[in-house]
């Protein structure tokens, strides 16, 4: 089973400024087979990213995703108000599609 | 539009059983594969499992700490996959969502709303 560790666990930003959010997996993700999920609360999560950088229609171009192998990252440019959420990277490379623990993007 | 629909989330005591459904609407239901995630109260999430499209073979994959209790579903003439869940723990309280899944891999695309299960005596 291939384990996700997403850091760090809480990002304290202003509105405006860059948040650039990691996902390290225990072995390489084949074919780039990951993707990111935004939570807010009391809502269900929505898909954001897939195949580790391609955006999902209707999501701003302010969100991009990279890496590769091992290491992957989200990065949001000029944070909006309704960006600070929960960010989950998830991997589908395997049958089995495991989660990261999160990463919570929060007003400073 | 794609549309998920949970139902069946309830109390339970521990060592009981319970099936949720997932009415899916907005899409070919029979091409799809389908998956469930759970997430604890204040916890992150946790995949499940998920099971293929008829199309492809329509088999089932689960995670480690579910495998042997949980069992994933479908009926391609209802547009409706179930999770059976039993032996419950108190550990197995948590929304469950249900989701569709991108070409029979366990990538999640689309969420429904989730159903609550609690497990407590």
């Known amino acids: 089973e291939i384990v996700l560790t997403q850091s760090p666990g809480t990002l304290s930003l202003s509105p405006g400024e860059r948040a650039t959010l990691s996902c390290r997996a225990s072995?390489?993700?084949?074919?780039?087979?990951l993707a990111w999920h935004q939570q807010k609360p009391g809502q269900p999560p929505r898909l954001l990213i897939y195949g580790a950088s391609s955006r999902v229609t209707g999501i701003p171009d302010r969100f991009s995703g990279s890496g590769s192998g091992t290491d992957f990252s989200l990065t949001i440019n000029r944070l909006e108000p309704e960006d600070f959420a929960v960010y989950y990277c998830?991997?589908?490379?395997?049958?089995?599609?495991?989660f990261g623990q999160g990463t919570k993007v929060e007003i400073k | 539009e794609v549309q998920l629909v949970e139902s069946g989330g309830a109390l339970v005591q521990p060592g009981r059983s319970l099936r949720l459904s997932c009415t899916a609407s907005g899409f070919l239901f029979g091409d799809s594969a389908m998956s469930w995630v759970r997430q604890a109260p204040g916890k992150g999430l946790e995949w499940i499992g998920f099971?293929?499209?008829?199309?492809?073979?329509?088999?089932?994959e689960y995670a480690a700490s579910v495998k042997g209790r949980f069992i994933i579903s479908r009926d391609d003439s209802k547009n409706i996959a179930y999770l059976q869940m039993s032996s419950l723990k108190a550990e197995d309280t948590a929304v469950y969502y249900c989701?569709?899944?991108?070409?029979?891999?366990?990538?999640?695309?689309?969420w429904g709303q989730g159903t609550l299960v609690t497990v407590s005596s």
């Open positions: 989701t569709r899944t991108w070409f029979d891999t366990p990538l999640v695309d689309y």
């Open positions: 072995q390489s993700v084949s074919y780039k087979y």
């Open positions: 099971i293929r499209s008829t199309a492809y073979d329509g088999t089932a």
């Open positions: 998830q991997q589908y490379d395997n049958s089995l599609g495991t």
